[in-house]
């Protein structure tokens, strides 16, 4: 309710072209569009988005040759490739059964958190050094690494890239060129529970650029697991005390 205030507000003072106004996804996006018809006779829409869209539009902005996002069903081709085309012993039929979507879930899970191959290869060292996985566990996350460095290659190769990969790309853009987004003074964000560490990377850039910056989180005290994700995220939020948040 606060932030739709806020927007209804910078609408009415004939600053809608001055707001980016994120929400978790393309349904919240239309639903805040259905209500603005219904509360304003006439009005100019403010950029209302996603992370997503808000990602392409930066990368359209600052690269002569954005990348594309994969499509699922090439990501799971080329995953696919990447299992083929590794020496492994525990995944290497994981391309002919149901494993590849749990691979590709996992995959995605570690992408989404930051972690990289070399990241999960040296983890998979370490917690085996100490005694806390057994050889065949090692040797699972050692395939895991393998195959998730070589489907990176293949991405790379084919021109394509992941969401977090671009949320990145975006990230460091905007960090050299905050001109991209010069003609945007309000950031509102809403509907959220928590952001994952590659939304944080970018929202991180966004807050740094913005002179005023509005973030909401939904939250549940019956649900411990979200409520301990909003301190989370009021911890991370802390990081930029000029500005309120």
């Given at each position: 309710k606060r932030c739709m205030e806020i927007l209804l507000e910078a609408i009415s003072q004939g600053r809608a072209r001055d707001v980016i106004f994120l929400l978790y996804n393309n349904q919240q996006v239309q639903?805040?569009?259905?209500?603005l018809r219904e509360n304003l006779d006439a009005y100019i829409e403010p950029a209302l988005m996603t992370f997503q869209g808000l990602i392409r539009?930066?990368?359209?902005?600052?690269?002569?040759?954005?990348?594309?996002?994969?499509?699922?069903?090439?990501?799971?081709?080329?995953?696919?490739?990447?299992?083929?085309?590794?020496?492994?012993?525990?995944?290497?039929?994981?391309?002919?059964?149901?494993?590849?979507?749990?691979?590709?879930?996992?995959?995605?899970?570690?992408?989404?958190?930051?972690?990289s191959p070399e990241a999960l290869l040296e983890a998979t060292r370490q917690r085996q050094g100490r005694g806390w996985l057994d050889g065949a566990s090692a040797r699972k996350g050692r395939e895991v690494?393998?195959?998730?460095?070589?489907?990176?290659?293949?991405l790379k190769e084919h021109g394509y890239e992941e969401w977090p990969d671009a949320a990145q790309?975006?990230?460091?853009?905007?960090?050299?060129?905050?001109?991209?987004?010069?003609?945007?003074?309000?950031?509102?964000?809403d509907g959220f529970f928590y952001f994952?560490?590659?939304?944080?990377?970018?929202?991180?850039?966004?807050?740094?650029?913005?002179?005023?910056?509005?973030?909401?989180?939904?939250?549940?005290?019956?649900?411990?697991?979200?409520?301990?994700?909003?301190?989370d995220m009021q911890t991370f939020l802390t990081q930029f005390p000029h500005h309120k948040v």
């Open positions: 639903a805040v569009r259905e209500s539009e930066i990368l359209f902005k600052g690269l002569s040759s954005p990348p594309d996002i994969v499509p699922e069903n090439v990501a799971l081709h080329l995953l696919r490739k990447a299992i083929e085309e590794s020496d492994l012993s525990y995944y290497r039929k994981a391309g002919r059964s149901g494993l590849l979507g749990m691979l590709k879930n996992t995959l995605d899970e570690l992408k989404a958190n930051g972690v690494s393998s195959i998730y460095n070589h489907y990176q290659e293949l790309r975006a990230a460091l853009l905007l960090r050299d060129q905050p001109d991209l987004l010069t003609e945007k003074k309000l950031l509102i964000m994952a560490p590659w939304q944080e990377n970018i929202l991180a850039a966004l807050i740094e650029i913005f002179p005023r910056s509005v973030v909401t989180l939904c939250c549940s005290r019956e649900k411990r697991e979200v409520f301990r994700a909003l301190e």
